[in-house]
């Protein structure tokens, strides 16, 4: 058997970011930047006002009280240009452009609020409560480096400089193909020595939660031509994915497509669940994951090597944020493999906790409903006890209670 690690990292040496294309800013939340973007305009765009108030001379009104004639409004979107003289003011709304001459704005709180005279007052020195064109940005200038995956701060940073088209990394596609003569779709009825196929919406959903596409979902029999189907995919899809017949059974239709040990190699982790993997190219250097059947097993197997690639295809770091919890009940683990072990999540008064989600073995699926996280028990633990410390990866979806 290879360590986890190794194997990961065989796929990570193989695997690169795809290439970018140009995207609507809008649509490019959640999307890697592959270049950095740069304001189109100054920001702000003009000189305006920061408040409502009264747009005024700052020496007209170095001594309050005192009293201006207003000379009209000034709303936001008011494309008008204005000039105020010295002894007037015009009334100003937040984020309606500076009237020429004026220097200062006067807050409709510090005035009697006319609208023929005002009374103002309290004095305002020049520049308050004014924003001035280009503070903020000036054209040119970056707003957001190369390598950012924009969030929705970022968005409106971008969209409001004016930008909008941005270069990004796409969305990996990904395709899903399992395996097995006893998978009958959810909903029709089971004969004799038939189970219900999970592996495969639950492998779309996990490549769906990390932002990926999923291009096709198929099921495969046994004696069905599944390189042929692989190959087929490979075309519209960055990523293929399969699931069951890669152990060492008399029927492992994965294993025997891929026996000549070409473009598929097939490996024993250390790792429990999920001993049996296997990873190549196929078609144009499309990686081809080859993941165990048993649904734990296919759900760790994915967050241990489909996610870091997926995330690399994207254009991310491959590493997914991992924390640390104190163990509850303790537990066994299996001699000579990391073992993987669903758990849900709580805390006390000294922090995060674990407990054992469900038996461990890797077909069962009650304990992967009520499990929050993954936890990471060190290849030569065989015991794990109360009060250890474990390192632990949420499941897609779940967050830190």
């Given at each position: 058997?290879?360590?986890?690690?190794?194997?990961?990292?065989?796929?990570?040496?193989?695997?690169r970011?795809?290439?970018?294309?140009?995207?609507?800013?809008?649509?490019?939340?959640?999307?890697?930047l592959?270049e950095?973007?740069?304001?189109?305009?100054d920001?702000?765009?003009?000189?305006?006002?920061?408040?409502?108030?009264?747009?005024?001379?700052?020496?007209?009104?170095?001594?309050?009280?005192t009293?201006?004639?207003?000379?009209g409004d000034i709303?936001?979107g008011?494309?008008?240009?204005?000039?105020?003289?010295?002894?007037?003011?015009?009334?100003?709304m937040?984020?309606?452009?500076?009237?020429?001459?004026a220097?200062?704005?006067?807050?409709?709180?510090?005035?009697?609020?006319?609208t023929?005279?005002?009374?103002i007052?309290?004095?305002?020195v020049?520049?308050v409560?004014?924003?001035?064109?280009?503070?903020d940005?000036?054209?040119?200038?970056?707003?957001?480096?190369?390598g950012?995956?924009?969030?929705?701060?970022?968005?409106?940073?971008?969209?409001?400089?004016?930008?909008?088209?941005?270069?990004?990394?796409?969305?990996?596609?990904?395709?899903?193909?399992?395996t097995?003569?006893?998978?009958?779709?959810?909903?029709?009825?089971?004969q004799?020595?038939?189970?219900?196929?999970?592996?495969?919406?639950?492998?779309a959903?996990?490549?769906?939660a990390?932002d990926?596409?999923?291009?096709?979902?198929?099921?495969?029999?046994?004696?069905?031509?599944?390189?042929?189907?692989?190959?087929?995919?490979?075309?519209?899809a960055?990523?293929?994915?399969?699931?069951?017949g890669v152990?060492?059974?008399?029927y492992?239709?994965?294993?025997?497509?891929?026996?000549?040990?070409?473009?598929?190699?097939?490996?024993?982790?250390?790792?429990?669940?999920?001993?049996?993997?296997?990873?190549?190219?196929?078609?144009?250097?499309?990686?081809l994951?080859?993941?165990p059947?048993?649904?734990v097993?296919?759900?760790v197997?994915?967050?241990?090597?489909?996610?870091?690639?997926?995330r690399?295809l994207?254009?991310?770091?491959p590493?997914?944020?991992r924390?640390?919890?104190?163990?509850?009940?303790?537990?066994?683990?299996?001699?000579?493999?990391?073992?993987?072990a669903?758990?849900?999540?709580?805390?006390?008064d000294?922090?995060?906790?674990?407990?054992?989600?469900?038996?461990?073995g890797?077909?069962?699926l009650?304990g992967?409903?009520t499990?929050?996280?993954?936890a990471?028990?060190?290849?030569?633990?065989?015991?794990?006890?109360?009060?250890?410390?474990?390192?632990?990866?949420?499941?897609?979806?779940?967050?830190?209670?």
């Amino acid at each position: 058997m290879i360590p986890l690690e190794q194997h990961r990292q065989t796929i990570l040496d193989a695997v690169r970011a795809l290439p970018s294309r140009p995207c609507a800013s809008a649509d490019a939340l959640g999307l890697v930047l592959a270049e950095p973007v740069c304001s189109a305009v100054d920001l702000p765009v003009f000189t305006n006002s920061s408040m409502d108030g009264y747009a005024v001379h700052s020496a007209d009104v170095a001594t309050t009280p005192t009293s201006l004639p207003v000379r009209g409004d000034i709303r936001a979107g008011d494309t008008t240009t204005y000039e105020v003289l010295p002894g007037e003011t015009r009334r100003i709304m937040t984020g309606a452009p500076m009237p020429a001459g004026a220097d200062a704005v006067v807050q409709v709180e510090h005035t009697d609020g006319g609208t023929e005279t005002v009374e103002i007052e309290r004095s305002a020195v020049a520049g308050v409560h004014v924003r001035v064109q280009g503070e903020d940005l000036r054209a040119g200038d970056q707003v957001v480096e190369a390598g950012i995956r924009v969030q929705p701060h970022q968005l409106a940073a971008i969209v409001g400089a004016g930008v909008a088209t941005v270069a990004v990394v796409p969305r990996p596609r990904v395709a899903v193909i399992t395996t097995g003569d006893e998978l009958v779709p959810t909903g029709e009825p089971l004969q004799h020595g038939q189970i219900h196929e999970s592996n495969g919406p639950m492998l779309a959903a996990l490549a769906t939660a990390d932002d990926a596409t999923v291009v096709a979902v198929e099921h495969l029999r046994d004696d069905a031509d599944l390189a042929a189907t692989v190959e087929r995919l490979a075309q519209e899809a960055d990523l293929v994915m399969t699931s069951g017949g890669v152990s060492a059974g008399a029927y492992e239709p994965v294993k025997n497509a891929y026996a000549d040990g070409g473009a598929v190699s097939f490996v024993k982790v250390a790792m429990q669940p999920g001993k049996p993997q296997g990873f190549g190219l196929v078609g144009d250097g499309v990686p081809l994951l080859a993941l165990p059947g048993n649904p734990v097993s296919s759900l760790v197997s994915y967050l241990s090597f489909v996610r870091p690639a997926l995330r690399v295809l994207a254009g991310r770091s491959p590493q997914q944020p991992r924390l640390t919890a104190r163990v509850v009940d303790g537990w066994k683990s299996a001699p000579g493999r990391m073992q993987l072990a669903r758990v849900r999540l709580g805390r006390d008064d000294d922090g995060l906790t674990m407990t054992a989600s469900g038996a461990s073995g890797s077909h069962v699926l009650g304990g992967l409903a009520t499990a929050h996280a993954i936890a990471y028990v060190p290849i030569d633990v065989l015991e794990v006890r109360p009060g250890d410390v474990l390192d632990l990866e949420l499941l897609p979806g779940e967050s830190i209670p």
